[in-house]
């Protein structure tokens, strides 16, 4: 399976077929039994222990429970993703606010996590995995825990990050969001994939 | 490099400021093990400073130690001449003087001017029971060995009847006493070091499961091992500077106003010791204060800090 630069993938398949562990294998969080992982050039059986955390922070990571700190704010927990690359404040103070424009959170910097919707709670989590800009978008069932309106804006939003150039990679249970997008969809099951359609609909 | 600096200069400034947040997050658990490694600290460094205090004491105990050598009434003056040199002769002496029998009374009388049942029980035994002596003065107790084998000689059996040795056993009673109480400092220091090291653990793994879900978190995002540890590393040590610092304090403001615990104990010399030195001390006590932290830490991280994932 190949995925090119600036793609738009939809991986679907029923719970269990291995959709979360195709993503996890990206981000070293699982290994493979057998075959071979290149990213971006990068050869993942090159890989050692040490350069997880930098493979990391050149994909972004989108969760469905969004995995924000409780105890930070908007702009801390976007500004943390840079803090722990040892990136200088001026380049989090240039960088964070536009990421936040970005995904339409301009007003809320100084909100918690608990006074934000689902679906706010999601964009901050999508600013967190791109104000690292990175090329590739990895999304777990971001609108999993959403309700549909708050999920199709999280699908604009994924598209309109789309065009600026960054490949996303999206799992879904969402038969409505895979038919409108009408891009590629992958399909798995039983950990293996079992279709792949340059213009998919939900079929599982 | 200059990038390279300055990227280590800020994630300390950002580590240290997480470690800070750790430290007050679970504070009264910061404050029972800095509290308790204060403890330890204090055992630590009061047993090294008492050790100092009697080695200062055995060494004005052994300064100018004069040592009585009785002689016999019925020796020559012949004898007790040749005595005298050869006790001159040695080199750890620095005065002899003579005391005759006569005078030994004098000496007796004057000194119990106010004890007249002393006085009274000189006068039922005889005028005559006071030896005459020799005064050898010793400048170091070490040394005294030489000096007993001089006057222990077989051919002066007949000439000394006996010798004083209230100050060398009131050193060597000293010298006993300090071992006893540095073991007991030692055992004590040790079992309270363990204790500390309990504590630390287990503020440690507190920490870490408060902090799980970032923890989590952070691998998930790419924070580095080290920058998940630094923080608790950090946390650690800062209970050993803050308790080092006021053990130093302590001490310091301690001794400076405690008078000579009677006069048995010399005190001048620790602190004299302690003035000099307050803060090469002070960063001792400091670092070892750390490694305790920093060895607990690393166990508490090492059992439950899982980041190979």
Redesign the interface.
């Known amino acids: 399976m190949h995925i090119e630069d600036r793609e738009f993938v939809c991986v679907i398949g029923p719970s269990g077929a291995g959709k979360s562990t195709l993503l996890k294998l990206l981000t070293r969080e699982e290994r493979p039994t057998s075959g071979k992982i290149i990213v971006g050039g990068i050869d993942y059986d090159s890989l050692s222990k040490k350069d997880i955390p930098y493979l990391r922070r050149r994909i972004g990571t989108v969760f469905q429970d969004f995995k924000l700190l409780p105890n930070k704010t908007v702009y801390e927990n976007v500004a943390f993703a840079l803090e722990i690359t040892g990136a200088s404040r001026g380049r989090i103070k240039h960088n964070v606010p536009r990421v936040i424009e970005l995904v339409g959170l301009k007003g809320k910097e100084n909100n918690f996590p608990r006074q934000l919707s689902g679906g706010e709670r999601q964009r901050v989590s999508i600013a967190r995995a791109l104000v690292r800009q990175p090329k590739v978008l990895v999304a777990d069932e971001p609108t999993g825990n959403l309700d549909p309106k708050h999920a199709w804006d999280i699908i604009k939003l994924l598209k309109k990050i789309n065009k600026h150039g960054t490949t996303v990679l999206l799992t879904t249970h969402n038969q409505d969001i895979v038919n409108a997008l009408n891009r590629r969809v992958i399909t798995v099951k039983n950990g293996r994939v079992v279709k792949d359609e340059a213009r998919g609909r939900y079929s599982v | 490099m200059m990038n390279r600096i300055?990227?280590?200069f800020?994630?300390f400034g950002?580590v240290g400021k997480s470690g800070f947040v750790n430290f007050f997050r679970n504070w009264w658990l910061s404050i029972a093990a800095t509290s308790i490694m204060l403890v330890t600290l204090l055992i630590i460094s009061g047993t090294f400073l008492f050790n100092q205090a009697i080695s200062d004491t055995l060494d004005d105990l052994s300064k100018d130690l004069t040592v009585s050598v009785y002689i016999q009434d019925d020796t020559t003056e012949e004898q007790q001449l040749q005595l005298k040199s050869e006790i001159e002769s040695d080199e750890n002496v620095t005065k002899v003087t003579f005391t005759s029998k006569a005078q030994a009374k004098r000496d007796y009388l004057e000194e119990n001017e106010f004890s007249p049942e002393l006085i009274e029980a000189v006068g039922i035994v005889g005028g005559d029971t006071f030896p005459a002596s020799f005064e050898a003065q010793l400048n170091d107790l070490t040394a005294s060995d030489g000096f007993k084998r001089i006057i222990e000689q077989d051919k002066y059996s007949d000439v000394v009847e006996s010798y004083s040795e209230e100050r060398l056993n009131t050193a060597r009673e000293f010298g006993e006493i300090q071992k006893s109480i540095v073991n007991v400092g030692l055992v004590i220091g040790g079992i309270f070091t363990g204790i500390s090291m309990l504590i630390i653990f287990n503020t440690i793994r507190m920490a870490i499961f408060t902090r799980r879900?970032?923890i989590?978190?952070?691998?998930?995002?790419?924070?580095?091992?080290n920058?998940i540890r630094a923080p608790f590393l950090f946390e650690s040590s800062l209970y050993g500077i803050i308790s080092g610092s006021l053990t130093t304090a302590i001490i310091y403001f301690g001794l400076k106003n405690i008078g000579d615990v009677a006069s048995t104990v010399t005190l001048s010399g620790i602190k004299q010791l302690v003035a000099d030195n307050i803060l090469v001390g002070g960063a001792a006590i400091v670092l070892i204060g750390v490694i305790i932290g920093v060895i607990s830490s690393l166990l508490a991280m090492a059992r439950h800090l899982r980041l190979?994932?």
């Open positions: 300055r990227r280590s800020v994630s950002r879900d970032e989590r978190m952070m691998k998930l995002i790419g924070a580095t091992k920058f190979n994932t």
